[in-house]
Each structure stands twice: as C-alpha cells, then as structure tokens.
C-alpha cells in the first residue's frame, strides 16, 4: 500500500491537494490499483507526514529549526 496525492486545480486557479491510500493486486496477469481511503483534501505541510505514516521503513521525521 502507498500514498498517492493528486494535485487538482479549482475554479478560481487555485491548487488543491487530494490523498488517498491505494493497494496494488495482481488481477488476470496484470496489476490493479484499488483505492482503500480516501483521505481527502490535505495541505502541502501534511504530506511528508502521511507519507512516512504510511511507509514501510517508517522513517524519523526530523525538521530544522
């Protein structure tokens, strides 16, 4: 499973970011994506973090002061 994020733009011109948590399958010899959550709307700040929550290495989140 991994994070994907889209970026989509709305009426005014304005960015919108969008996650979601998707799976991959093996489905008849080719491979499926699934969306499992939508996350939702999420802010350009947020994303590092939902990335590494849903990593599989779980990386330390470390930032500079």
Same mark, same amino acid.
């Not at 969008?18 to 499992?36: D, F, H, I, K």
């Given at each position: 499973?991994?994070?994907?994020?889209?970026?989509?733009? =709305?009426?005014g011109g #304005? *960015?919108?970011?969008?996650?979601?948590?998707?799976?991959?399958?093996?489905?008849g010899g $080719?491979? &499926?994506?699934?969306?499992?959550?939508?996350? =939702?709307?999420?802010? #350009? *700040?947020?994303?590092?973090?939902?990335?590494?929550?849903?990593?599989?290495?779980?990386? $330390?989140? &470390?930032?500079?002061?």
């Amino acid at each position: 499973m991994f994070l994907r994020v889209q970026r989509k733009r =709305g009426k005014g011109g #304005e *960015e919108m970011l969008y996650a979601s948590v998707v799976e991959n399958r093996r489905e008849g010899g $080719r491979v &499926v994506q699934r969306t499992v959550v939508n996350i =939702g709307r999420v802010t #350009e *700040e947020q994303v590092p973090y939902l990335k590494a929550a849903w990593s599989d290495k779980k990386p $330390r989140l &470390v930032w500079d002061d």
